[in-house]
Each structure stands twice: as C-alpha cells, then as structure tokens.
C-alpha cells in the first residue's frame, strides 16, 4: 500500500459523459501528478500540481481539467468523454522538497471505461 | 524533448536464470534520474530500481541490478534468479533532475514496457 488513494477504482459510462476522477496524496506530499495508461499510448504524464497551483503540463487533452484543493487531493476532470478515453489513470505524490530526488509513489488507479 | 524506448515487448525467462531488459533514452540534459518500474497483474506501479546520471557506479538492489551507460544512453534492468513473482509489465523511465527550489517539474517519461514472464 503507498499510501495514495483513488476513488473510484472502476468507472464505467457513455460517450459524451463526464467524469470526476479522486486522488488523495500520501499525508505530507505536496505534489501530486496524473498520468494515462492506454493501449494505444503507453503511460503517459497528464499534469502535475503542486501545493495547489499547477506546475507542469504534459499530454492533457483540452477536455480534461484537473485541480488541486486546499486540503492537497486532486481531482481530474474528463468531459466529452469518447471511446479512446478508455484507460487507467494513475494519480502519484511526492513530497517534492527542493532539490534532489524524491520518490513518486503510485496509487492503485482508477479504471475508465468508455461504452 | 526527451523520449524513452524499449525495444522488446515481450521477453520469457526460465525460473532461477537472469534476464536482461533493454532500454535507451535520448535527452539533451546532463542531469537527470533513470527507473525500472514494475507493474504485476494487480496494475499498482512498483519502484524497482533507480539511478542518478551524475553516479558513475551501477544501482544495485538485491536481485536487480542495472547497466548504465550515459554515452550510449543506455540503462539495462538485469534480474537474476529470476522468481515467479517477477511476472510483469517492466517500464523504463526517466525524470529530469529538479532545481533547486521545491515544486519543479518532476514528471516521469515512460518507455512502451516490456512484458516479462518467468516460466517455472
């Protein structure tokens, strides 16, 4: 167990839906990042927050929206949902202090499917 | 832009032998950090082994072990006494090291993953 959560673990819909997608960071980590794992794409990064601003973004479609609360969890946004949208999301934290390396640790994921 | 590829999809090894996996990378930066993660069935991402660039020494961690070499852009997972329990999707990855200040863009590159099957 890492120590991160994401809620809901299965999310099935329609085409046209939107969804919100949760993550909780490990008690401590400021960072928090999302990241896709399709068939066709591979994982890849989505966006990371940091302490609640957001501070890099990767290959995150204009449908998407992601956010980061005062209490530190995340959540990502899906709407105008289509059929190669289907995928696992990954939420990770870190502590992300200056400097260095510190470890991304990996929630279980949450498991979109889109019908 | 940095890119990660891993040339074998797929890869079997027998019960108690060592396997090599592949993986080169291309990037502009002189410092940065290379992974090996592993994803089992259960699909929950594993931190397998890591290296910083700027080390010239090979990371080790019990059975797993990695051949880095920065000229070549290249960083090889070895896994010896292979178990059953080492079947899974292994992912290359990569991340730039961070500035000085916290909040920097940490985010990991990852290769396609090969799939490894150990076969008792």
């Known amino acids: 167990d890492s120590g991160v959560t994401q809620t809901p673990k299965h999310l099935i819909t329609a085409t046209g839906q939107r969804v919100t997608l949760r993550c909780s960071p490990r008690?401590?980590?400021?960072?928090v990042y999302w990241y896709q794992q399709s068939l066709d794409q591979g994982l890849q990064f989505l966006i990371q927050?940091?302490?609640?601003?957001?501070?890099a973004k990767g290959n995150i479609l204009e449908r998407f929206s992601a956010q980061q609360f005062p209490d530190l969890h995340s959540e990502l946004n899906l709407s105008s949902l289509e059929l190669g949208d289907s995928a696992l999301y990954f939420c990770?934290?870190?502590?992300?202090?200056?400097?260095?390396?510190?470890?991304?640790?990996f929630g279980p994921g949450t498991r979109l499917t889109v019908l | 832009a940095q890119t990660v590829t891993q040339s074998q999809p797929e890869m079997s090894v027998q019960e108690a032998e060592t396997v090599t996996l592949s993986c080169t990378y291309d990037?502009?930066?002189?410092?940065?950090?290379l992974f090996w993660y592993k994803q089992p069935p259960s699909r929950q991402m594993i931190l397998v082994i890591r290296?910083?660039?700027?080390?010239?020494q090979n990371a080790t961690e019990n059975r797993f072990s990695v051949n880095f070499q920065k000229a070549a852009k290249s960083f090889s997972l070895k896994i010896s006494d292979s178990q059953l329990g080492d079947t899974a999707m292994y992912f290359c990855?990569?991340?730039?090291?961070?500035?000085?200040?916290?909040?920097?863009?940490?985010?990991?590159?990852f290769g396609k993953g090969t799939k490894l099957s150990v076969k008792p």
């Open positions: 927050y940091y302490n609640g601003e957001e501070r």
């Open positions: 008690s401590g980590d400021l960072s």
């Open positions: 990770a934290s870190s502590v992300d202090l200056a400097g260095g390396y510190d470890e991304q640790f």
């Open positions: 990855a990569f991340m730039k090291h961070k500035t000085r200040y916290g909040g920097s863009q940490g985010n990991l590159i």
């Open positions: 990037t502009s930066e002189s410092n940065y950090y």
């Open positions: 290296q910083e660039a700027y080390k010239q």
